[in-house]
């Protein structure tokens, strides 16, 4: 996967934890997609995904796998949950879950484990 993307390394302690929900939000939304590239309409598609983008389906996401994170994987959920740009949004709790989700799938994609992301998507399905 990293050829196609062209992933260099980097030091993910450099970026800020929003980086990682962006491309989290954006690893998602093209995962989301792709398992449903057969409807052929994207029409069709946004609206068998529309559950598993929004902040409420990420949010119970995130609590059907908490069990099974790592502890550096929990400290990236914490973090991002905590963030500036989780909290914008008040205390809406599913806004600041999906954050965490998300900021977890892009940390995992930017480190390259993608054993891990493929296993965290498939118990989420």
């Known amino acids: 996967m990293d050829d196609i993307f062209e ?8 970026y800020p934890i929003t980086y990682f929900a962006y491309i989290g939000d954006a690893v998602l939304s093209l995962y989301s997609k792709l398992r449903y590239i057969e409807l052929k309409k994207p029409s069709e598609i946004e609206k068998r995904i529309k559950g598993m983008v929004s902040r409420s389906g990420q949010s119970k996401k ?8 790592t502890e550096d994987e ?9 963030s500036k740009a989780a909290t914008r949004h008040g205390n ?18 930017l ?5 891990r992301l493929k296993k965290i998507l498939s118990e989420v399905e």
Request: a positive charge; zero cysteines.
């Open 62 to 69: 995130l609590n059907k796998i908490l069990s099974i994170l």
């Open 74 to 82: 929990k400290a990236i959920v914490k973090r991002a949950m905590n």
């Open 92 to 109: 809406d709790r599913d806004y600041r879950n999906s954050t965490g989700f998300e900021a977890l799938i892009g940390y995992l994609f």
């Open 111 to 115: 480190k390259k484990d993608f054993e």
């Open 7 to 14: 992933i260099s390394d980097v030091d993910l302690k450099e």
